[in-house]
């Protein structure tokens, strides 16, 4: 079975430029989780879709980041622009069910370093 | 208070010993999820409990529900299990969200 994708692995910017990060998440898993986790913390979640309607998006810094997932399958997370701090490691989970019924997979991340 | 709370912070061991690694929630919980992050890795799910024991190779998880705790246990300890061991825990009544621990730093030497 395959897991969940991400992509880019690696992202180098500066400060004010523009990103985007792509997940796929594991066929048939109706929910989707995109967590920012800087380095020695743990992760934070930027928001989390049920489907292709969000269920939680209360942390996302919405005056940069955007995200969506159209057809309710893969999703991308968009920065314009980017600061100094949001240089971290995004990651894109899945799970069948959520989180308080379901096991989550995780991708391996997208490191983003803003200079 | 952290609503999840993990110790020890930062654990070494030598190959072969047993490893224990706790973890403590206040919250109401359904289940309950143990994950293992190497360095610049992502993360792995290891368990998923809401009650009893599970064990999956050398790696047991129990959880007491009433207590409000649970332990992850290795066995013969490896180096290549050194790695972030973290607990997370999605409170009764979120939409999955999980508030996580931060993390048991686990080095095993040779």
């Known amino acids: 079975e395959a897991g969940v994708a991400q992509s880019p692995r690696y992202k180098i910017i500066e400060k004010r430029q523009s990103v985007a990060f792509w997940c796929n998440p594991i066929s048939g898993h109706a929910t989707l989780y995109w967590y920012q986790q800087i380095l020695g913390q743990g992760p934070k979640l930027l928001i989390q879709f049920q489907n292709n309607g969000v269920v939680d998006d209360s942390q996302l810094p919405k005056d940069r980041f955007s995200a969506e997932r159209l057809k309710g399958v893969d999703s991308t997370l968009k920065i314009q622009p980017a600061k100094l701090e949001d240089s971290a490691v995004y990651l894109c989970?899945?799970?069948?069910?959520?989180?308080?019924?379901?096991?989550?997979?995780f991708g391996e991340g997208s490191r983003l370093t803003v200079l | 208070k952290n609503e999840v709370e993990q110790s020890p912070q930062n654990l070494t061991a030598q190959e072969g010993e047993f490893i224990t690694i706790n973890c403590s929630y206040s919250?109401?919980?359904?289940?309950l999820h143990w994950l293992q992050q190497h360095p610049g890795g992502g993360i792995v799910s290891l368990f998923m409990l809401s009650s009893g024991k599970k064990k999956h190779g050398r790696l047991i998880a129990t959880i007491n529900i009433q207590e409000k705790h649970s332990s992850l246990h290795i066995t013969a300890s490896h180096p290549r299990d050194s790695a972030v061991y973290i607990c997370?825990?999605?409170?009764?009544?979120?939409?999955?969200?999980?508030?996580f621990g931060k993390g048991t730093k686990l080095s095993v030497k040779p």
């Open positions: 997370a825990v999605p409170p009764e009544g979120s939409q999955g969200n999980l508030i």
């Open positions: 989970a899945s799970s069948l069910n959520p989180s308080n019924t379901g096991e989550l997979f």
């Open positions: 919250v109401g919980i359904s289940a």
